[in-house]
């Protein structure tokens, strides 16, 4: 079978492999819920509520349903793309409060994800073009720290340093309460800002975004720089670098368009997961710095008890992670060569 044949057969079979996926991811998130100590109409009503009241709630939200049923109606709902009807919300729309919070993390992420490529690849190219130096000894501490911290941890301390002690940013929101933001057109401060021709509101929004994209991206660049490192070191050890040399090529002439090019391949992959995996889990980051994201909103739902909101909340970052595997396996096959299927 020719390669691209091969290939075709490939993405199709992970086309049609993502609703199994996306059925197992829905199934454990149902369960779970369901497991859970706790009752939802407890949590929204309070413990004053009649017994009557509670059982008369319960009906209307169908949680005094068979378990098998309850399946049922959920699977009926998720296919219409019906993600249901939040209970601590007054009623609002699970897909209304996606599209109200999700801007905020996605320009998170993706000022995180900015950093993190930045200084992991720098880090890790630093480290593997000089072995046994102390870039060398620096990159793997670097990785090794950056991948052990805690989130919540470094979180603090970081506000406690450059926000309490030096107060040179903000530490918590996503713009001052006291001023406007930008018109909504995308969700995203930075850019409504730039688009609506605001820069003051853009370095405001900037400003406010530093601190936690900063912080996420360093802890993340762990990941990307001991992926360079390991990747660079065996690509400069490789015969057609050696060959280039023998040429009288120059050493940063090798590193950069000869060794580093085929050293990030393995970056793609880790890079789409990353990102996907960061929109559905930036929790810890928007919780310790008060982010007003969805992985926010999903904390305070989970708290709540509020079943539809944590299970499309869910459902939707597991259809993104779904994606972007698929994605990056597809953007894997084109970009390098040498996977054959």
């Known amino acids: 079978m020719s390669r691209s044949k091969a290939l075709q057969y490939y993405i199709v079979s992970r086309l049609l492999f993502a609703p199994l996926q996306l059925l197992t991811i829905m199934t454990i998130v149902f369960l779970l819920l369901r497991a859970t100590p706790g009752d939802p109409v407890d949590a929204i ?24 049923i309850q399946y049922l109606n959920y699977l009926g709902d998720l296919l219409r793309f019906d993600l249901g009807t939040s209970l601590s919300s007054q ?26 490529l930045l200084v992991g ?25 950056t991948y052990a911290l805690p989130m919540f941890w470094a979180g603090m301390m970081l506000q406690l340093i450059f926000s309490v002690q030096l107060g040179w940013f903000p530490n918590s ?48 660049s762990g990941i990307f720089e001991r992926i360079v490192r390991v990747n660079l070191k065996q690509t400069l050890k490789a015969d057609y670098v050696e060959a280039a040399r023998a040429r009288g090529i120059s050493e940063n002439k090798i590193l950069v368009s000869h060794a580093l090019k085929n050293a990030l391949i393995p970056v793609i992959t880790v890079l789409g997961l990353t990102f996907a995996s960061l929109l ?17 909103r999903l904390y305070q739902a ?40």
């Open 45 to 68: 009503l309070g413990g004053r509520a009649s017994e009557s009241v509670k059982e008369q709630y319960r009906e209307q939200l169908g949680l005094n349903r068979p378990i098998f």
């Open 91 to 116: 009623g609002k729309a699970v897909w209304n409060i996606i599209g109200q919070y999700f801007p905020a993390t996605v320009e998170l992420a993706v000022f995180s994800m900015v950093v993190a």
């Open 121 to 145: 690849i720098l880090v890790g190219t630093l480290s593997a073009s000089r072995p046994g130096t102390s870039f060398d000894l620096g990159g793997r501490l670097f990785g090794i720290i």
């Open 173 to 220: 929101n996503r713009f001052p309460p006291n001023l406007q933001p930008p018109s909504t057109i995308t969700g995203l401060y930075t850019l409504d800002s730039l688009l609506s021709g605001k820069f003051d509101l853009f370095l405001t929004s900037l400003h406010h975004l530093v601190l936690p994209s900063v912080t996420l991206g360093i802890l993340l």
């Open 280 to 296: 559905g889990g930036a929790i810890l980051t928007e919780v310790t710095f008060s982010w007003p994201g969805l992985a926010n």
């Open 302 to 341: 989970i708290s709540e008890r509020d079943y539809p909101t944590v299970q499309g909340v869910l459902v939707f970052f597991g259809a993104i992670v779904v994606s972007a595997s698929i994605l990056i396996d597809i953007l894997n096959a084109y970009v390098d060569p040498r996977i054959r299927y």
